[in-house]
Nanobody, 124 residues
């Protein structure tokens, strides 16, 4: 049963923009938050951004603050990650995830549902 599906990745030049989408279905769609994580080759998966609609809060890792924006379309049960001023260091597979615990939305261990990932490549 498909739960989370990401789209919108691709190849972009440094300074460019991309918008990632995450569509939810099934039990993942009933959660009250969503997170984006990324994993670059040879590196561990890292937190990028999260949004909680129960608290109305958003969270970002320091390296993307001011460049990335996470948002939600309630009607479509879709979360977006608008990425501007992209840098080569942003190159990674980006994953959307839905949590089972809302204690710390920056911690990947609190997420039960994961998408298949979408590749983002930023050329210099």
């Amino acid at each position: 049963q498909v739960q989370l599906v990401e789209s919108g990745g691709g190849l972009v030049q440094a300074g460019g923009s991309l918008r990632l989408s995450c569509a939810a279905s099934g039990r993942a769609a009933s959660t009250d938050a969503r997170g984006w994580f990324r994993q670059a080759p040879g590196k561990e998966r890292e937190f990028v951004a999260a949004i909680s609609w129960s608290s109305g809060s958003t969270y970002y890792t320091d390296s993307v603050k001011g460049r990335f924006t996470i948002s939600r379309d309630n009607a479509k049960n879709t979360v977006y990650l608008q990425m501007n001023s992209l840098e080569p260091e942003d190159t990674a597979v980006y994953y959307c995830a839905a949590p089972s615990s809302y204690f710390d939305l920056t911690d990947a261990s609190h997420y039960d549902y994961w998408g298949q990932g979408t590749q983002v490549t930023v050329s210099s």
